[in-house]
């Protein structure tokens, strides 16, 4: 790769409609290895969407989106080899509910990266141990807390060795008690020096781990710096309401 | 503090009514009444008949005023136990006491169940008046029907049951074949239906629309009729001489993959939006999210409408009889009607229905325990989550 395309991904000009309704208007964003960029936002505010975008889950209407100096965008790109090089995390963990948590892992090395089975359970047991969930390899996710659900999420992300991951609200979902768990292994992540975009509502992991934050409303980017910057100092009133009311 | 409220709230407030009412006694006899009482009307019943048929007899007068005899009318000793037992002081007995203590479950069920002082109590009660509702039922029928003039041809032609005497290899037999045809359609239909289900599912029009057709085809036209063309096709159209009943399994299989097509179609939509995104985000093809993701989840959750669909299947092959079945290999329908055209007597259809049952009652009871566990099961926890 070129040294000054050292970005992992950017986008260009991302608008998304769903119908009449315009929920990305014009976004623009770049981050380079070993950044963490995190979105925060009201509800609403297409931060979501914006992620979703980033991996193709949701096809952007007009822009583009390069990841590791290709453009995703272009309709010619195998998604499904892209995708093995950039994790996501959703709020509602997704994990299969008819495989152990090991095997939630396995099954996407060994079907899709055609990794043989005891390399691949070997390489999910380290992300497992990463995680601190080990010793629930062979429970089924219904078995699990919602946080030890969403650490194996993480485990099945990592487990593909991303040069990206994505962290959807990974959160939202989970009861107060289990959130510092998930927040600590995302953490120890990012001073690993893993890139990753964060969708999130904890605005103290925003501003500890964040290397750039961007506030989202009505499908713009209405604020973008420091994290520690920002929120000491938010510029545009919105971004001050905003703060106001979640801090 | 607490207390103190509560002190004040009782003397300023009147002392509200005992909405209870008085507690009443006895509501397990209640219940022990109604149970003892349809009892006595369905399993006395049917025991005096056992040991009648046991013991055995002489044709006794009122038989053979009736016209049975022994040399003369065919089954006369089985038809004339049959009566007997059925109009015996043992079961007169029997019916008065049904009767009677199902009476007084209805009486004391009906009166007291207000005032049961805990719901177990009401339950037992309600239940006891029910169970009483129900013994009265079938012992005043039973006394009705016994006395009737009707009583005698009835059982000549319908409960002659040493017609089907020598006949239980036939009808093993033919439950074979009948569970043989399918097994076969529904192992053709769950693959077709599958299939189908995943073209239903495209996003592309001109995948779904074929798919459409052919369900359409095959729920909209009547089974009896795609078995008698299909038939029609393969002799007279196509020239091959296959026989009926793999014309019957081909087009069981046909049918059934269209009524399957669209539970599976039901079973994959039911299936969590972000499963598929998960699968695709780990790299997988859409291909490889439905074997892997999709499918095994969407299987499970169908099972017990697929077996339904297995015992509608079952009962649906006699259908096959519009093709004339070659004698000797008739399924559990033909055995029956087989037996009633040689001797215009209907116990062979009981026989038929007893094979049916005999067959179908077991997968049905499979079906309920399948619903059971999936309800709680690995699928209903993962729901929950």
Request: a neutral charge; one cysteine or more.
């Amino acid at each position: 790769m070129q040294p000054e395309d050292r970005a992992i991904v950017r986008l260009e000009g991302i608008h998304k409609w769903f119908g009449d309704h315009h929920v990305l208007r014009g976004i623009d964003l770049e981050l380079d290895a070993g950044e963490v960029q995190v979105v925060i936002g009201p509800s609403g505010s297409g931060k979501s969407t914006l992620l979703r975008c980033v991996n193709m889950l949701e096809i952007p209407s007009e822009g583009h989106v390069w990841f590791e100096g290709r453009d995703i965008t272009d309709c010619r790109t195998d998604l499904n080899a892209v995708r093995t090089r950039m994790g996501i995390v959703f709020q509602a963990f997704n994990l299969f509910p008819h495989m152990t948590a090991v095997r939630n892992i396995t099954v996407a090395l060994q079907k899709v990266l055609k990794v043989d089975g005891r390399e691949a359970k070997e390489r999910a047991m380290e992300q497992l141990t990463r995680v601190g969930v080990a010793g629930k390899a062979e429970a089924y996710p219904g078995q699990l807390s919602g946080g030890q659900q969403q650490r194996v999420a993480i485990a099945r992300a990592l487990a593909m060795r991303p040069k990206l991951m994505l962290f959807d609200e990974v959160t939202s979902a989970l009861d107060p008690e289990l959130v510092g768990e998930v927040l600590d292994v995302m953490k120890q992540l990012a001073e690993e020096g893993m890139t990753m975009m964060v969708v999130t509502h904890e605005m103290g992991f925003a501003r500890e781990v964040g290397t750039w934050l961007i506030f989202t409303d009505g499908g713009m980017v209405v604020e973008r710096g420091n994290p520690t910057e920002v929120f000491a100092n938010p510029q545009t009133e919105r971004l001050q309401q905003f703060l106001a009311k979640v801090l | 503090m607490e207390a103190a409220v509560n002190e004040t709230v009782r003397e300023t407030t009147e002392t509200p009514p005992d909405v209870r009412g008085p507690t009443s006694a006895w509501p397990l006899s209640i219940f022990v009444a109604g149970w003892i009482a349809i009892t006595l009307a369905v399993v006395g019943t049917l025991a005096l008949q056992v040991a009648r048929a046991v013991e055995g007899g002489l044709i006794t007068p009122e038989c053979q005023a009736a016209g049975l005899e022994v040399n003369k009318s065919f089954g006369a000793r089985g038809v004339c136990n049959v009566v007997t037992a059925l109009r015996s002081p043992a079961e007169t007995t029997l019916l008065v006491l049904a009767l009677a203590l199902g009476g007084a479950a209805i009486v004391a069920g009906w009166t007291t169940y207000k005032g049961m002082d805990t719901r177990r109590k009401r339950d037992h009660a309600i239940a006891g008046a029910v169970l009483g509702v129900q013994a009265a039922l079938v012992a005043a029928f039973l006394l009705l029907f016994r006395s009737g003039s009707l009583l005698f041809p009835f059982v000549r032609n319908v409960l002659n049951f040493t017609y089907l005497r020598g006949t239980f290899h036939l009808f093993l037999e033919a439950a074979g074949r009948t569970l043989y045809m399918a097994f076969l359609g529904e192992a053709g239909g769950i693959a077709i239906g599958l299939i189908l289900a995943l073209f239903t599912l495209s996003k592309r029009r001109v995948v779904r629309a074929p798919a459409r057709a052919y369900i359409n085809f095959f729920r909209g036209t009547p089974l009896i009729w795609q078995l008698s063309f299909f038939y029609a096709v393969f002799t007279l159209g196509v020239g091959l001489s296959v026989g009926t009943v793999f014309t019957a399994i081909i087009v069981f299989a046909l049918n059934m993959g269209a009524y399957l097509a669209e539970v599976f179609r039901a079973g994959l939509q039911s299936i969590e939006r972000g499963q598929m995104e998960a699968a695709r985000s780990l790299g997988m093809s859409y291909f490889q999210a439905m074997r892997y993701a999709i499918v095994p989840q969407a299987v499970r959750r169908v099972i017990p409408p697929i077996m339904n669909d297995f015992v509608v299947l079952i009962k649906d092959t006699s259908l096959i009889f519009v093709l004339g079945v070659i004698l000797g290999q008739e399924e559990l329908f033909g055995v029956g009607q087989e037996g009633y055209s040689s001797t215009f007597n209907a116990t062979f259809f009981v026989g038929t229905a007893l094979g049916y049952l005999a067959v179908t009652l077991p997968l049905i009871a499979i079906v309920n325990a399948a619903e059971r566990r999936l309800r709680s099961g690995l699928v209903g926890i993962a729901g929950a989550a």
